[in-house]
T-cell receptor, first 109, second 114 residues
Framework: KNEVEQSPQNLTAQEGEFITINCSYSVGISALHWLQQHPGGGIVSLFMLSSGKKKHGRLIATINIQEKHSSLHITASHPRDSAVYICAVKGGSQGNLIFGKGTKLSVKP | DAGVIQSPRHEVTEMGQEVTLRCKLISGHNSLFWYRQTMMRGLELLIYFNNNVPIDDSGMPEDRFSAKMPNASFSTLKIQPSEPRDSAVYFC????????????FGSGTQLSVL
């Protein structure tokens, strides 16, 4: 079993829909990252959180430490949100990030 | 700041050749990460430096791979000799301190070893 599991693997939505991507992990963590990788390949850090909730524009990230689960929500989705969203958790080692396999999101106009 | 800068963007080489990938960190960042991304395995940490010192190199596949930080702002990842299974996208990322801080990624180097 992978230490970081994302669901769904692939997601197709219509423009304007509310989107949720889930991340579950099995190890103790001190931080969780949500990354966005566009079709061109570049990776951008969206959020880094260790508790509660963070919001940036139409994006919201939540984490439940007890349940070892995080969600990334996108409100009023837009075709430019089409990308791969990657969850990564920081374990004990200062440098060690364990990555999920990613969720490929396609938003149709 | 221009962000994390990687070069080259694309590299095509023949098996057995030496490959050198380069990375310039964001000024003031103390941590440097080299990652490899493949379709099969996703993103994997190769090596992590903090203050120019390698802290975790457990992800370096084998002796053919080596990484250096000759100064606080620059790093190289060298593969010698290269093999077809090394074909992947190699990302460099930096942060203020460790993986508990926001990461800033370079645009990656697409490596193809024929």
């Amino acid at each position: 079993k992978n230490e970081v599991e994302q669901s769904p693997q692939n997601l197709t939505a219509q423009e304007g829909e509310f989107i949720t991507i889930n991340c579950s992990y099995s190890v103790g963590i001190s931080a969780l990252h949500w990354l966005q990788q566009h079709p061109g390949g570049g990776i951008v850090s969206l959020f880094m959180l260790s508790s509660g909730k963070k919001k940036h524009g139409r994006l919201i990230a939540t984490i439940n430490i007890q349940e070892k689960h995080s969600s990334l929500h996108i409100t009023a989705s837009h075709p430019r949100d089409s990308a791969v969203y990657i969850c990564a958790v920081k374990g004990g080692s200062q440098g060690n990030l364990i990555f999920g396999k990613g969720t490929k999101l396609s938003v149709k106009p | 700041d221009a962000g994390v800068i990687q070069s080259p963007r694309h590299e095509v080489t023949e098996m057995g050749q030496e490959v050198t990938l380069r990375c310039k960190l964001i000024s003031g960042h103390n941590s440097l990460f080299w990652y490899r991304q493949t379709m099969m395995r996703g993103l994997e940490l190769l090596i992590y430096f903090n203050n120019n010192v390698p802290i975790d190199d457990s992800g370096m596949p084998e002796d053919r791979f080596s990484a250096k930080m000759p100064n606080a702002s620059f790093s190289t990842l060298k593969i010698q000799p290269s093999e077809p299974r090394d074909s992947a996208v190699y990302f460099c990322a930096s942060s203020l301190k460790g993986a508990g801080e926001k990461l800033f990624f370079g645009s990656g180097t697409q490596l193809s070893v024929l």
